[in-house]
């Protein structure tokens, strides 16, 4: 029942490369076909229309390259295209959320009780606006305190290629974040794939007792859960990689694909 079928992952540019790096490190035998689409990034500012237009067209192209299952990696194309998406296409459309859950969760107690948190989720201005999220914080906001906090500046660092500027880096954090209290923050929710990136970066921002919370390794294992339960799973003995594309065909944008897929901190 195991399948060597490949696995398309999508992200609105280069962000989700975090995602496909963390299914090379722990689904060594999986081939994934990621698709980063550039050339109309950012998507966290778009319509929610334009995202689901975007996201039909790239998932189809997968369709048509045999994959066995999707992963939306970006939060973004996931508020706005996953429910017509999973409508749509009858093989397992794997979705990303803020990990919100992850960071209100450090407040359960041993008793029973919980320890109200105080959480910073950072992402896109359209995951923050959209209803998936709104739903996702009336979950937890009666007993939790949560500050959603728009970025869309961290996008274009990594789009651009410059990561590495650490002045850069660091102004434009500050100029979001400047505003919270820190010492007083449990967590910050890293809710864009392009922030994963970062996560070097937000210690240095953050106290040591504030917590660092991505979705990856949630949204990694639960893909290998459905591959699964369905059995299609890739044979231990298969030969498993990344081969990347992108919707800009420049050398730029492919070498900057290859650089972060490489990067040491899976």
Known sequence: MASTAPIGVFDSGLGGISVARRIMRDMPHERVLYFGDSANAPYGTKTPEQVRELSFAIVEQFVKQGVKAV???????????????????????IGMEPALKVACDRGDRADGGHEPQRVIVAATPLTLREHKFAALMDRFKSENTIFPEPCPGLVEIVEHGRLGDHGLVMRTLHGYFDQYDLD?????????????????????????????????????????????????????DAAGGVELAN???????AALSRELLGRQRP
């Open 71 to 93: 992963v939306i990696a970006c939060n973004t194309a996931t508020s706005a295209a996953v429910n017509d998406l999973r409508e749509h296409y009858d093989i397992p459309i």
């Open 184 to 236: 007083s923050i449990d967590s910050v929710v890293l809710g864009c794939t392009h922030f994963v990136f970062y996560r070097d970066y937000f210690r240095e921002l953050l106290p040591d007792s504030t917590a660092i919370i991505d979705g990856n390794e949630g949204t990694v294992r639960h893909l290998g859960v459905v591959l699964e339960s369905l059995g299609k799973l890739a044979p231990e």
């Open 247 to 253: 919707s800009d065909p420049s050398e730029r944008i």
